[in-house]
Every structure is written in C-alpha cells, then in structure tokens.
Nanobody, 114 residues
C-alpha cells in the first residue's frame, strides 16, 4: 500500500518558519507531480503549491514570496518551506502525489499563533 508520510508541522509564532516534508518511498517518485494542499476549519481544501516532475512550480497567490516547494528525487521526498507565517496559514497540510494514480498523506497540523 502506497503511503505518503508527512512531517514537520507544529506550532509557530507569526513571522516564523516551518518546513514540511513528504516522503513517498513506494512510488516512481520522479514521474509524479507533487503538491501541498491545506484545509482550515470550516473551509474547503485548497491547493497551496505544486511542483511537476520537471521542477516547474506554482503557488496560490496568498503564499507567493513566502512559501517554497521543492523536491529531492534521489530521496523520494517533497518539501514545503514556509516563511513569514501568518495566523491565516493555520490549517492541516496534506501532501499529494499525482501521475497515473493519486495519493494523499495523512495530514500534518500547522498552527500559527502567538
């Protein structure tokens, strides 16, 4: 069974940083488009950032200039570096891998609060 394993969430003060990791050891990682989504309480899940297998990236407007998505194909891992965090970034963050099939991680909580 394919699993995406997320880590790196937690509690951080406004203006702080976190780095999320998504390990995907059982897929042909270099073929997959990778993405991070988030879901805040009472809101729909939204796409935060994506990186395709060629390394091209896209970001939702609210995180541009603050978040950076990257991938390490040698280690089957995707990352989301989050800087200048704001309270409105508080959500459960989910890793997504898409190619012939789509896989989701279990989610990791990010809380931005003073």
């Amino acid at each position: 069974q394919v699993q995406l394993v997320e880590s790196g969430g937690g509690l951080v003060q406004p203006g702080g940083s976190l780095r999320l990791s998504c390990a995907a050891p059982r897929i042909m990682f270099n073929m997959y488009n990778m993405a991070w989504y988030r879901q805040a309480p009472g809101k729909q899940r939204e796409l935060v950032a994506s990186i395709n297998r060629y390394g091209s990236t896209n970001y939702t407007d609210s995180v541009k200039g603050r978040f950076t998505i990257s991938r390490d194909n040698a280690n089957n891992t995707a990352y989301l570096q989050m800087d200048s965090l704001k309270p409105e970034d508080t959500a459960v963050y989910y890793c997504n891998a898409a190619f012939k099939y789509t896989y989701w991680g279990q989610g990791t909580q990010v809380t931005v609060s003073s």
